[in-house]
């Protein structure tokens, strides 16, 4: 329960955070989405050339010590971006670039920081505080991160509407820092697996690895991420990190141009969050039934059905185009949720403890990769009447994912029409 806490308290801070930067970077340097997509860009490029390292970090530094400096980092990184904000909104006389600069290097620190303490706790202490069975840890952990996908805009909406909004937030996570540092302290007291080696339990719909794929120590190459089994799933999770299609900062900017009000986009990201919560529900029953790998498969095609309206909610004479892009993206986190977690339990399946930390971060630079492909795109296509071109290629990179993990089943399993229950 107290690593439930803390992680809402992480991922609280961490969505309210997020929404508010974009929201706020629109507000100063409105009529382009060029600025956003530059923060974007450098904050995610920091993360496709760092994570592997922050992954490797993980695994030789002690674990109590390594999650105290990750929240460390993404407090502070918080607070003196909320600081700039408050200045470039409230003074007329504030340097708007020195301010811009300032906060683009401490999101870098925080995304990092941030990525450090999501490979510890989710892929590692959850592992060792349930011996390997994360199915039902798991769940619970993504349905509270999609609480606060869900919550948190909607309360940054109504904020944003005063001009106190950074100022409260910068307190929040000053308080919120000190309960989460001493709630890690207590969980990790509690646990003393998490002082030990440990070694995780094989589901039967997972094959153990190989011995070319057995620990090596701890140092993970590229290339020993490419030839593990984990590859393809998790490349497949990566390519879904190429895409406009969501109620991410890039699609949040383009709808604030088109004329939406904070509020109404807090809502409407808020309905696509509760949308993703029923894949946490969604995913247990599935997996009893079909299996995690099959259940990866059908929430991947699910996500490509539904994001098929929102692309022609972009032919601008089709009627109900509205209603087809908020509610084709919003069912489409059903599958996009499904899959992550599905994605994450292979990955602990999978990949040995102390491998771990490597792999996880190669998967994050990856992700990363492809997440800064989308802010390429919005820089090439800053216009916002050319938004459609990152539209479709981000639709195609939805697809290419579902295609490669698709020949990642008919591996494992020798087939893929399955017309049995397991």
């Known amino acids: 329960m107290l690593l439930y806490i803390s992680h809402f308290l992480t991922s609280w801070t961490d969505r309210v955070f997020e929404f508010l930067s974009y929201i706020l970077l629109a507000k100063i340097f409105h009529a382009s989405l060029l600025l956003p997509s530059i923060y974007g860009f450098i904050t995610t490029l920091s993360a ?24 460390l980092a993404q407090k502070l990184a918080i607070i003196i971006c909320c600081v700039m904000f408050y200045f470039m909104l409230q003074r007329e006389d504030f340097p708007r670039m020195v301010g811009y600069c300032v906060i683009v290097v401490c999101s870098c620190v925080l995304k990092l920081a941030f990525i450090g303490n999501n490979i510890a706790v989710e ?13 039902t840890m798991i769940t619970v952990m993504r349905r509270i991160d999609l609480f606060c996908k869900t919550v948190a805009p909607v309360s940054i909406g109504f904020l944003t509407l005063t001009p106190s909004a950074p100022v409260i937030v910068a307190i929040w996570n000053g308080l ?28 039967h719909d997972v094959p153990s690895s190989p011995p070319n794929q057995q620990s090596q120590g701890n140092n993970v190459s590229f290339m ?8 393809r799933p998790s490349l497949a999770l990566s390519l879904l990190y190429l895409t406009v299609l969501s109620f991410g900062g890039i699609m949040v900017s383009y709808l604030k141009l088109e004329g939406y009000d904070d509020a109404t986009l807090g809502i409407l990201r808020a309905v696509a969050g509760v949308a993703g919560m029923g894949a946490t529900y ?40 509205p209603f087809l892009l908020f509610g084709g993206m919003a069912t489409s986190r059903i599958g996009l949720w499904l899959y992550d977690m599905a994605e994450t339990i292979l990955l602990q399946q999978f990949v040995d403890v102390d491998q771990m930390g490597g792999v996880a971060g190669w998967q994050h630079s990856l992700c990363n990769f492809f997440d800064l492909s989308q802010y390429v795109l919005t820089m090439l296509f800053s216009d916002p009447r050319m ?32 017309l049995h229950m397991d």
């Open 176 to 203: 919120s820092y000190v309960v989460e540092y001493h709630m890690i302290y207590r969980v990790y007291k509690a646990t003393p697996a998490l002082d030990e080696e440990f070694t995780p339990l094989i589901d």
């Open 48 to 71: 496709v050339f760092l994570s592997s390292h922050v992954g490797q970090w993980e695994d030789n530094v002690p674990r109590l010590t390594f999650v105290r400096l990750t929240l």
């Open 123 to 135: 892929k590692d202490w959850v592992a060792v505080i349930t011996g390997g069975d994360t199915e």
């Open 387 to 418: 938004f459609h071109v990152p539209v479709f290629i981000s639709f195609l990179s939805v697809l290419l994912a579902t295609i490669i993990y698709t020949t990642f089943v008919k591996k494992q399993r020798g087939h893929l029409v399955h």
């Open 282 to 321: 969604i995913l247990p029953v599935l997996s009893r039934r079909i299996g995690i790998i099959r259940t990866g498969l059908w929430a991947l095609w699910f996500e490509v059905a539904c994001l098929v309206p929102v692309i022609l909610s972009f032919v601008k004479s089709i009627p109900y185009g």
């Open 224 to 231: 020993d991420y490419v030839r593990h089994d984990i590859f």
